[in-house]
């Protein structure tokens, strides 16, 4: 066995696989876009001074009274349907209560054993070596309307409560309308649950964009999910004790949070041990996931009916009505672009498999062509994402930029070596493409009396390679062409430079 930085033993994945059955359980909660709260009149902005955005109501101080936000039940419904789930004809929110620093309540508004959705599925497919692809169906238990809590900051050297100097605690987000949608235990998927969790939540992510209710930004949380793990005996059929790894918030976390807390399971239960049913946090630098408190059950909540708010009961009408606006199923939109933009099955599931279909999408429709824009999508801002230790779409770069810079490359303004150069200037903030590559200097030189200049100093410096050319082996120009573009900083036209080489050498 092996060790973490945090010193619990790890069990051999292959071992993992051999002993035991994993079941996944995923919550993703996501943060509606309404310019409201969920019960109150305050702004959503993300970003604003702490505690700035805040009244009586979202701050739980006596005689405040709630009022439902209309817009976050038809977000609701809508992510309800567009998940194949059945709508409710009377729901009603419940008091889910226990106390911490970022709850002003000591209550959260939400819904319990009357969601607004249940009994749905969303089918995932899971790429394969031979590139067809394999389905999974996640089902969905319910989808629920909520309130969003506050958030604690804890001020010392490790970032936690535990070692803390002092902790002090933002209320903005208290308030903030949430979808909580919960899948139903998933089983049989030994070992591709890392990748099924990750698809199934890179695919939800797809649908929430799709529809419109959520910017679904992983790295500002507006997305996250809590991932529930547990092992049993191989065939036994059962399902273990699990632990719930909370606000995992990028898409390569989900898939190594599961492959993390089943190795640490496994450890646990081939050592004679039990696994304990608590929430974990999910450290990104080291991949591990250190202990948060215990996990409680629904009935340690003590939930009962919200009393200061009325039932909600959607009509048949307006329920058909929001059918029509769902948008197109993310399995068959995909199906379409690749036919559309002439893609093979490898090339469509590594853009798929890198979160950049919504990116290269966007950056075709700001006029680059589908080969263009994936390629540095899925190359070189892939690898500085990767570097970074981040999303594509938090990278910092926009599908309009990425067009734009192509369209220097096509023009001939620049070439791709300089074009990485300009990626660099976008992502440390210096402004448009074209400002970066007028303030760097990196537009191709095309002036003739430089390049003829500079044409003649190649010559002079390689007399034997001059010869050869002029003795008709024509393939020889290619040192000095790479004399040239040396000299001139990569920034010369390489096809002027072939010309001039051989007019000279002729």
Same mark, same amino acid.
């Given at each position: 066995?092996?060790?973490? &930085?945090?010193?619990?033993?790890?069990?051999?994945?292959?071992?993992?696989?051999?002993?035991?059955?994993?079941?996944?359980?995923?919550?993703?909660?996501?943060?509606? &876009?309404?310019?409201?709260?969920?019960?109150?009149?305050?702004?959503?902005?993300?970003?604003?001074?702490?505690?700035?955005?805040?009244?009586?109501?979202?701050?739980?101080?006596?005689?405040?009274?709630?009022?439902?936000?209309?817009?976050?039940?038809?977000?609701?419904?809508?992510?309800?349907?567009?998940?194949?789930?059945?709508?409710?004809?009377?729901?009603?929110?419940?008091?889910?209560? @226990?106390?911490?620093?970022?709850?002003?309540?000591?209550?959260?508004?939400? %819904? @319990?054993?009357?969601?607004?959705?249940?009994?749905?599925?969303?089918?995932?497919?899971?790429?394969?070596?031979?590139?067809?692809?394999?389905?999974?169906?996640?089902?969905?238990?319910?989808?629920?309307?909520?309130?969003?809590?506050?958030?604690?900051?804890?001020?010392?050297?490790?970032?936690?409560?535990?070692?803390?100097?002092?902790?002090?605690?933002?209320?903005?987000?208290?308030?903030?309308?949430?979808?909580?949608?919960?899948?139903?235990?998933?089983?049989?998927?030994?070992?591709?649950?890392?990748?099924?969790?990750?698809?199934?939540?890179?695919?939800?992510?797809?649908?929430?964009?799709? +529809?419109?209710?959520?910017?679904?930004?992983?790295?500002?949380?507006?997305? /996250?999910?809590? $991932?529930? +793990?547990?092992?049993?005996?191989?065939?036994?059929?059962?399902?273990?004790?699990?632990?719930?790894?909370?606000?995992?918030?990028? !898409?390569?976390?989900?898939?190594?949070?599961?492959?993390?807390? *089943?190795?640490?399971?496994?450890?646990?239960?081939?050592?004679?041990?039990?696994?304990? %049913?608590?929430?974990?946090?999910?450290?990104?630098?080291?991949?591990?996931?250190?202990?948060?408190?215990?996990?409680?059950?629904?009935?340690?909540?003590? @939930?009962?009916?919200?009393?200061?708010?009325?039932?909600?009961?959607? &009509?048949?009408?307006?329920?058909?009505?929001?059918?029509?606006?769902?948008?197109?199923?993310?399995?068959?939109?995909?199906?379409? !672009?690749?036919?559309?933009?002439?893609?093979?099955?490898?090339?469509?599931?590594?853009?798929?498999?890198?979160?950049?279909?919504?990116?290269?999408?966007?950056?075709?429709?700001?006029?680059?062509?589908? %080969?263009?824009?994936?390629?540095?999508?899925?190359?070189?801002?892939? /690898?500085?994402?990767?570097?970074?230790?981040?999303?594509?779409?938090?990278?910092?770069?926009?599908?309009?930029?990425?067009?734009?810079?192509?369209?220097?490359?096509?023009?001939?303004?620049?070439?791709?070596? +300089?074009?990485?150069?300009?990626?660099?200037?976008?992502?440390?903030?210096?402004?448009?493409?074209?400002?970066?590559?007028?303030?760097?200097?990196?537009?191709?030189?095309?002036?003739?009396?430089?390049?003829?200049?500079? $044409?003649?100093?190649?010559?002079?410096?390689?007399?034997?390679?001059?010869?050869?050319?002029?003795?008709?082996?024509?393939?020889?120009?290619?040192?000095?062409?790479?004399? $040239?573009?040396?000299? *001139? /900083?990569?920034?010369?036209?390489?096809?002027? $430079?072939?010309?001039?080489? +051989?007019?000279?050498?002729?």
């Amino acid at each position: 066995m092996t060790t973490t &930085s945090a010193r619990e033993a790890l069990m051999p994945w292959d071992d993992v696989l051999a002993s035991y059955d994993p079941a996944l359980g995923l919550e993703v909660h996501v943060e509606l &876009s309404t310019a409201s709260k969920m019960f109150c009149g305050c702004p959503t902005e993300f970003g604003a001074e702490p505690n700035t955005q805040v009244c009586p109501t979202c701050l739980g101080l006596p005689g405040a009274m709630p009022v439902v936000n209309g817009k976050a039940v038809e977000a609701a419904i809508r992510i309800g349907l567009a998940l194949n789930c059945e709508i409710a004809e009377w729901c009603r929110f419940a008091r889910k209560n @226990y106390f911490y620093p970022d709850m002003p309540k000591n209550f959260q508004t939400s %819904q @319990y054993d009357e969601p607004i959705a249940f009994e749905g599925f969303m089918d995932v497919t899971v790429p394969t070596e031979d590139g067809e692809g394999e389905t999974f169906r996640v089902e969905i238990e319910r989808a629920h309307m909520e309130e969003d809590t506050g958030k604690s900051l804890h001020v010392g050297t490790s970032g936690r409560i535990h070692g803390a100097d002092y902790s002090l605690v933002d209320y903005n987000r208290a308030g903030i309308p949430l979808i909580e949608i919960v899948t139903k235990p998933i089983v049989g998927a030994g070992e591709r649950a890392p990748e099924i969790a990750r698809a199934y939540v890179a695919q939800l992510r797809e649908l929430i964009i799709a +529809l419109g209710v959520s910017d679904a930004r992983m790295d500002q949380g507006s997305i /996250r999910a809590d $991932v529930n +793990l547990s092992l049993s005996p191989k065939g036994s059929g059962t399902l273990g004790t699990r632990t719930e790894t909370k606000n995992v918030n990028s !898409l390569r976390s989900v898939e190594r949070a599961v492959r993390h807390e *089943m190795q640490r399971h496994g450890a646990i239960l081939a050592g004679g041990g039990s696994i304990l %049913q608590e929430t974990r946090h999910w450290h990104e630098d080291t991949g591990v996931t250190t202990s948060g408190r215990e996990k409680s059950d629904a009935e340690d909540y003590r @939930y009962f009916p919200e009393p200061d708010l009325v039932p909600v009961a959607p &009509s048949r009408q307006w329920v058909e009505e929001l059918r029509g606006t769902l948008p197109e199923n993310p399995t068959q939109k995909r199906a379409r !672009l690749q036919a559309e933009w002439g893609f093979s099955d490898l090339e469509m599931r590594d853009t798929v498999g890198a979160g950049a279909l919504g990116l290269v999408e966007e950056t075709i429709a700001a006029g680059a062509s589908p %080969q263009a824009a994936r390629k540095w999508w899925l190359s070189e801002l892939a /690898r500085r994402a990767n570097e970074a230790g981040t999303e594509l779409s938090a990278l910092g770069v926009s599908p309009v930029d990425v067009a734009r810079v192509q369209v220097l490359v096509d023009s001939g303004a620049i070439n791709d070596k +300089l074009a990485r150069q300009v990626f660099d200037g976008l992502l440390a903030g210096e402004g448009t493409p074209d400002e970066v590559v007028e303030k760097r200097g990196l537009a191709i030189v095309s002036d003739e009396g430089a390049l003829s200049t500079a $044409v003649d100093n190649a010559i002079a410096a390689n007399p034997d390679v001059a010869d050869k050319i002029r003795d008709g082996k024509v393939a020889a120009a290619g040192a000095l062409i790479g004399a $040239v573009m040396k000299e *001139m /900083r990569g920034q010369a036209d390489a096809a002027r $430079v072939r010309e001039l080489v +051989l007019e000279k050498l002729s």
